[in-house]
């Protein structure tokens, strides 16, 4: 297989696993939300205390890795 036949699919991959990691996180972060909207003391809610940053995270490392994968994939088709 050729170089651009690589990077074409290795961007693919990593566009298809961005996307399911950014949704991951907006689950997880519409799940913590609710379960926290439920509760009575709603301090926890208010101030975002104690922090979480996993669903923060899994989203930009979905924007990031989705933009690599782009970027893959266009230089896999116009470099030759």
């Known amino acids: 297989m050729s170089t651009q036949v690589w990077s074409i699919v290795l961007g ?11 949704f991951w996180g907006r689950k997880e972060s519409r ?11 709603l301090r926890e809610f208010i101030e975002h205390t104690p ?3 996993e669903p923060g995270a899994l989203k930009i490392g979905g924007v ?3 933009v690599l994968g782009i ?4 230089a896999g088709i ?3």
Request: aromatic residues 22%.
């Open 12 to 22: 693919s991959f990593f566009i298809i696993v961005s996307v399911g990691f950014y």
């Open 31 to 41: 799940a913590y939300e609710e379960s926290l909207i439920n509760r009575y003391d």
């Open 51 to 53: 922090e979480r940053p």
């Open 64 to 66: 990031i890795g989705a």
């Open 71 to 74: 970027g893959l994939v266009f």
């Open 78 to 80: 116009f470099l030759r």
